[in-house]
């Protein structure tokens, strides 16, 4: 198997080690493998790619899909980010409870945030790439945030308030709790 799991503290996201082989040439890593990645029970199948670029102190989230939710496979192609996973599935032992991951250009490792998730990140080198897949086409009207900065998750991002560099959207996000009814996710145990 191309994958190697490691071991996360939220019940339902995945982090996964691929294989790489590498010589002084560079490398050659598998990123996508959907048998694979069933066995490992990401159950999705993806059927969008998206990349960004962002520079050092962007921050972008916390963002979810509303409806049923959306499955992502995040990677750091360039670069170094800090990703962050919340647990919105109510019911859930975890619900409100965030994780942290590194995910660089060096590690090569992939997140699998499955739906009932909020995702973001903070770019901690100079400039990085993060691409994902998506297991539902983008659709703004089913786009939701809440406050990367909500003092009741507590999310310790790895830079200072005054060095992030945040939308304004993301800025006025609102709290966890003021949505809190309103969110479509249940855990399942």
């Not at 990349?51 to 192609?77: D, E, I, P, W």
């Not at 060096?106 to 993060?130: K, M, Q, T, W």
Request: aromatic share 10%.
């Amino acid at each position: 198997m191309p994958f190697e799991l490691i071991d996360v503290t939220l019940d339902g996201p995945r982090l996964l080690q691929p294989r790489v082989f590498g010589d002084d040439r560079g490398f050659f890593v598998e990123t996508y493998r959907r048998s694979d990645l069933m066995a490992l029970g990401i159950q999705e199948e993806m059927v969008q790619d998206n990349h960004s670029r962002s520079a050092r102190g962007v921050l972008r989230g916390l963002h979810f899909t509303v409806g049923r939710g959306a499955g992502k496979l995040v990677r750091c192609a360039r670069g170094e980010v800090y990703d962050v996973l919340v647990d919105l599935r109510r019911g859930s032992p975890s619900y409100g409870a965030w994780e942290g991951y590194t995910l660089t250009d060096e590690n090569l490792r992939i997140l699998y945030a499955p739906p009932g998730f909020a995702h973001g990140f903070c770019v901690v080198s100079e400039v990085a790439d993060v691409v994902y897949k998506l297991d539902a086409y983008y659709d703004p009207a089913t786009e939701r945030e809440i406050a990367f900065d909500d003092p009741a998750l507590g999310v310790a991002w790895p830079m200072p308030a005054g060095e992030l560099q945040v939308s304004q959207r993301d800025r006025d996000a609102p709290a966890l709790a003021e949505i809190a009814d309103e969110l479509p996710f249940r855990y399942a145990g």
